[in-house]
């Protein structure tokens, strides 16, 4: 009895090598017509910059805001394809006030922050910025563009169908920082990308996945033929907001449960179910579902289950991977008694579960994408990720490297996927010196 309910999930949330492909196929065909400006999942959003060169050089500051950790930071640029220096950064925590109250009092927080940022280093001179704004964002060009929605945990009010630059610049004025230019507004994945690209002429794809999931792919512009004024490039990084595509996607009752209980039902499809803030939010479905049918707790439910945002990435990884003493000891804290080895497996197997569907999903979003990158060379062809899931969750970079190699064989030999840590930060300081070079 016990192994037939786990096995129907099991069964439910395997991706098998067929259901891979076609979501592949449909994330390519999505892709072109987001590029023709037809009616598509993926809203394909110009970033109006190309891969840097790797020349680029000089002092630039990065501002990244895409959770609740916001940061600032100095980075120097030397060129010749050297490794981007942070000579300063700072973390700031925002408040829950500050990310859902009124957009003016979020835009007045980051810049108070940046005022700080500069007067604790002594930073004087005039400086370009580059933004990491990591939300969906309809550019204008490169230095200015309108926020379409807010995802994740961000509702501050106010914003949606405004600019953002314009909001930041008169926020800055407002808390007397006089010596700040912004230059430069990017997505997390298009700054990953850049991070990568400043030392690796191959880089072609940056990839988020952490809290949410992204993709930015660099194309050739005579791709897009939905119009970008007068830029001249030959390639153009495009963030994809790959979260929100939504063919092809197996989706269980968990994830229909999921979507219709959470904020933006109808929404960031894919994110919901590759993204690390909805992982355990599924992982939790499924325990619940194995609790009310008696496999687990007595048909009790903990109090860590009763609420959505209790239980947590850092949990599964550990019920999931950790050793035993650690997984007791975490028991201990969740549930207030250890677990028994029923109870173990069956928990382990659930997070695995949600962990490695996630993996293969992305694994064909990637795939996908990889069809439509404008390459400089037919042999490689670098993946910029960052994220904490493939940073950290156990087995996670290797389920996706191995679910990329299933779908594209010998092709995916040359496919390097690379940590890039810090991407959005640093990207932010490279595409300001990519704009400050041109
Ligand atoms: C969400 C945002 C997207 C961002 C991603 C990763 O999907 O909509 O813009 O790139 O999270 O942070």
Redesign the pocket.
Known sequence: MKTSLIDTLAREFEISPSRMRSIQRAVTAEIDAGLAGRKSSLAMLPSFCDAASGREKGFYLALDL??TNFRVMLVKLSGAGTVPTVVAEAKYRLTPGQITGPGDALFDAIAAYVRKFLKDHAFTRPYALGYTF????KLLGIDEGILIKW??DFSASGVVGRKIVTLQRQALKRKGVGNVDIVALA???VGTLQARAATDPYCGLGV?L?????IAVRVASKRITKGVGGYAGTGMII?M????FSKSLPSTRHDRRLDRESGNSGQ?LA?KMI?GKYLPQLARLLILDLIKKDHLFAGQVPAVFADTARFAGEHMAILQAGSSEAAQALARELFGRNLTPSERRLLARVCQLVSRRSARIAAALIAGSLKRVERRSKQRVTVAVD?SLFAKYPGYSRLLATAIQELDGPASKGVRLQLTQDGSGIGAAVIAAVVASE
């Not at 952490?210 to 992204?214: I, M």
């Not at 907001?241 to 929100?244: F, H, I, K, M, P």
């Open positions: 895409g959770g990591s939300f969906p964002v995802t994740k997505n997390d994945t988020i952490g809290t949410g999931f992204n963030n907001e790959a979260g929100g960031q994110e993204s994220g």
